[in-house]
């Protein structure tokens, strides 16, 4: 090779200011030439060929994918998957408000290195059905934290919250950004309802009417519970926000009413749908 390069710079002389031009495009017609293949045609017809293939690939995509937006046999269920609470929803919301699933993924794929690492030796991985009331889905491909989706249970309550407050005092080491904000932020529950009838309307969630006229209700008492276990296993935290309270009085807003709450419950369920031992399918197809 060495011996080619210097052997072919010597052949050469050297040119100063060489004038360089591109040769001038000859004109051609847009009609087919005679003899001319249809495919070499339409190379040089763009506009044409662009129109084309757009009816191409739209009709196959139309024939892919309308048949799994219409056939609800096609969607795998479980009957043990059930939709999320009226705070779960708020929760979820607020988890991707804070680009939560920009470092977390939430599937767990079907191999036994991933089960192990995020769910433990008698776990499962994530299954299609589990996912049916999810909009958008969270799947995600960036692990730069530990898959989420069987979280659920897997810490307490009160681990959610100083882990918010401050990742390293949980996770040793960790990267995370805080998130103070959430514990100091009431949460905007005035759309509540409305994604509740949305979600029924539009994506066919099965929520009862009752559930619908009861959601305030039933996303005060699962804030209340969730708080109530936070104050039990955490008697820094209690301890806090009865001093708040105290030296607040009047303007004090209760725990309960935080958005950290909201972001617990949705964490708190997250891959709880399904037992580790037996899986209740409705539907296989």
């Known amino acids: 090779m060495c011996i080619n390069v210097v052997a072919t710079v010597r052949s050469g002389s050297f040119q100063k200011n060489v004038p360089a031009e591109a040769p001038a495009l000859a004109k051609t017609s847009k009609k087919r030439k005679e003899g001319e293949g249809l495919h070499l ?4 017809t763009p506009v044409l060929l662009t129109v084309l293939s757009f009816i191409a690939v739209a009709i196959g995509g139309f024939v892919e994918i309308v048949p799994t937006l219409t056939i609800k046999e096609n969607v795998p269920t479980i009957a043990a998957v059930k ?3 009226p705070l779960e929803l708020e929760g979820r919301d607020l988890y991707i408000r804070e680009g939560c699933n ?3 993924s ?5 191999f036994r290195d991933e089960i192990v690492r995020f769910n433990g030796k008698n776990g499962q991985y994530s ?3 589990e996912f049916v009331y999810d909009r958008p889905f969270l799947w995600g491909s960036k692990r730069t934290g530990p898959d989420l989706h069987r979280e659920g249970g897997k810490n307490p309550s009160s ?4 882990h918010m407050l401050n990742p390293r005092v949980t996770s040793a080491g960790s990267i995370m950004p805080r998130y103070p904000w959430l514990i100091a932020r009431d949460l905007d529950r005035s759309q509540m309802v409305d994604k509740i009838k949305f979600m029924k309307n539009v994506y066919d969630v099965p929520y009862s009417q009752a559930q619908i006229d009861s959601a305030d209700s039933w996303a005060d008492n699962q804030a209340i519970f969730i708080v109530k276990q936070i104050y039990s296993e955490a008697a820094d935290v209690k301890k806090a926000y009865e001093e708040r309270k105290a030296q607040e009085g009047a303007s004090f807003t209760p725990l309960e009413k ?3 709450v909201a972001l617990i419950a949705y964490l708190q369920r997250l891959g709880t749908d399904i037992k580790t031992t037996e899986i209740k399918t409705a539907s296989t197809n």
């Open 106 to 110: 939430q599937m767990i794929r079907p």
């Open 127 to 129: 299954k299609a059905g």
């Open 41 to 44: 045609w339409l190379e040089r």
């Open 258 to 260: 935080k958005e950290i």
């Open 102 to 104: 920009a470092c977390h």
């Open 159 to 162: 681990w959610h919250y100083k």
């Open 83 to 85: 939709p999320y609470s």
